[in-house]
């Protein structure tokens, strides 16, 4: 059996269900592979980890690929969990914000990570970023519970489904824009192991993709599945919901016969903004930051 770590940019949760139902119900043995899925709260960033685990991937959002590519690590995406980033605002409906349109002279919430995205979003928009109260806060979810902001950063498969626990019905506005539409919980290694052991990093992203098909159509199967892993810090019922909320992030406009596919044009001009609002110090090409040769050989046709 190959050893293949592989390190998730989160908890074990709904949102990886599908590398748990490979995991779990045996599509990763049965390809010759020993996976283990990995998170930790170490300072190492998911990207160094991959750049120097060997035999192995991991999971980030295109952005911080992006970056570390950027910044010269040997690292590749080759394929993509989410067609669409969950990266929202999440506001309570007493509000009246709907839109990014309606944020001018409201208080808003976001973490490190997310306030330049914010930013490059607001200007392909239109919007006046001075024109809004923005302030850069860690995750506290009583941000939102306790009126201390209008409008406060969320990922909308998780924390909307924790407030509705709590009986608060949150609105949800996606931070993106057609030149800025990124990919997320993007599938990644480095150069070293494509060169390697090309093989095995395609019988994982095989065995991952039907995992998530077949976790998709048993999904209460999959939720008690991803409990059990996650251990006593999780309900059924939480990650059920979790799964439900996934359903179009995973599937998009390809579907789930076409999982993991990844538009290249759509990535260039993700690029470009990304080079443009100086997220990333300049401007990337596609060949650079994505290796597509798996997803050509799995579904057997090019993808461009």
Not at 67 to 95: C, D, F, N
Not at 121 to 128: D, F, M, Q, R, Y
Not at 207 to 235: K, P, Y
Not at 267 to 286: G, S
Request: aromatic share 8%; with cysteine.
């Amino acid at each position: 059996m190959q050893p293949f770590p592989f390190y998730l940019d989160w908890i074990i949760s709904g949102q990886f269900v599908g590398l748990c139902w490979a995991y779990r119900r045996g599509l990763y043995a049965q390809s010759g592979l020993d996976v283990e899925l990995l998170w930790s709260e170490e300072d190492r960033t998911i990207v160094d980890k991959v750049v120097s685990g060997g035999i192995c991937a991991g999971s980030s959002e295109d952005n911080l690929i992006v970056s570390g590519i950027a910044a010269g690590k040997r690292i590749k995406a080759v394929a993509g969990m989410l067609q669409q980033s969950p990266l929202v605002l999440m506001t309570k409906r007493s509000t009246g914000i709907h839109s990014l349109t309606d944020l001018p002279g409201r208080r808003v919430a976001m973490h490190a990570d997310g306030i330049r995205i914010l930013d490059a979003v607001l200007a392909l928009s239109g919007i006046e970023r001075t024109t809004i109260d923005l302030h850069e806060v860690n995750f506290d979810i009583a941000n939102l519970v306790d009126d201390r902001y209008d409008a406060v950063q969320g990922y909308a498969m998780t924390e909307p489904i924790e407030l509705a626990e709590k009986g608060l019905e949150v609105c949800l506005v996606p931070v993106r824009h057609p030149l800025l539409h990124a990919y997320a919980q993007v599938i990644f290694t480095s150069e070293e192991c494509i060169a390697q052991r090309p093989e095995t990093l395609r019988a994982f992203l095989a065995a991952s993709f039907a995992g998530w098909r077949e976790a998709m159509l048993h999904r209460d199967e999959a939720a008690q599945i991803v409990a059990e892993m996650a251990g006593t810090n999780t309900r059924v019922t939480t990650e059920r919901h979790v799964i439900d909320a996934l359903s179009s992030f995973v599937s998009g406009e390809i579907g789930m016969e076409r999982f993991g596919v990844m538009d290249l044009a759509r990535w260039q001009r993700n690029l470009d903004a990304y080079a443009r609002f100086e997220i990333v110090p300049r401007r990337m090409t596609v060949a650079e930051v994505v290796d597509h040769r798996f997803l050509d050989e799995i579904y057997g046709i090019p993808q461009r």
